[in-house]
T-cell receptor, first 114, second 115 residues
């Protein structure tokens, strides 16, 4: 099956810990994205990558880091510097970074700080 | 910068009745417009998009959307609602200018279809 796989589905983090969310796609898409979803705020862009070994900050990048060493993988690390990390995180990909192409989404990871 | 407004937090409709979920947008160039649906604790599923051409766009699960340039709107519609349509709906816009353009989402509208 083609698609985007996010893992884990649920993740619990203690205060001061870094955690990494996995995102893998087998759609052969060049572009990948990370969004954060909070109730009543829609989706906000954290980071995006247009091509392997390149990525750019989105609107709310502080406290997060990413890497893009392989075309199919775009992991997101939530660092201890992120003051309010509890949220639903969505990874997406598209075959171009602009234009008319829609983005395809993974099933999400719900991160909770305990 | 592009933006999207979904003025209704929730829309209630009875099964079998037509439904409309509203969306207005703002971009500097030509808009590329998208509708997505989200079920609880799931990712977003693409429903339909407007790029150019006919103002009425047909998509998945019987949904359609009407692009109105003068009103900068892209309302989602369905002639006969189903209980299974109950979900969270997101409108999104991308500026059609060249180069990387972000996909900007609205805050979402919860659709509740009652039996």
């Amino acid at each position: 099956d083609g698609g985007i796989t996010q893992s884990p589905k649920y993740l619990f983090r203690k205060e001061g810990q870094n955690v990494t969310l996995s995102c893998e796609q087998n759609l052969n898409h060049d572009a990948m994205y990370w969004y954060r979803q909070d109730p009543g705020q829609g989706l906000r862009l954290i980071y995006y990558s247009q091509i392997v070994n390149d990525f750019q900050k989105g609107d709310i990048a502080e406290g997060y880091s990413v890497s893009r060493e392989k075309k199919e993988s775009f992991p997101l690390t939530v660092t201890s510097a992120q003051k309010n990390p509890t949220a639903f995180y969505l990874c997406a990909s598209s075959d171009r970074t602009g234009g008319s192409t829609e983005a395809f989404f993974g099933q999400g990871t719900r991160l909770t700080v305990v | 910068a592009q933006s999207v407004a979904q003025p209704e937090d929730q829309v209630n409709v009875a099964e079998g009745n037509p439904l409309t979920v509203k969306c207005t947008y703002s971009v500097s160039g030509n808009p590329y417009l998208f509708w997505y649906v989200q079920y609880p604790n799931r990712g977003l599923q693409f429903l339909l998009k407007y790029i150019t051409g006919d103002n009425l766009v047909k998509g998945s699960y019987g949904f359609e959307a009407e692009f109105n340039k003068s009103q900068t709107s892209f309302h989602l519609k369905k002639p006969s609602a189903l209980v299974s349509d109950s979900a969270l709906y997101f409108c999104a816009v991308r500026d059609g200018n060249t180069g990387f353009q972000k996909l900007v989402f609205g805050t979402g509208t919860r659709l509740l279809v009652s039996p």
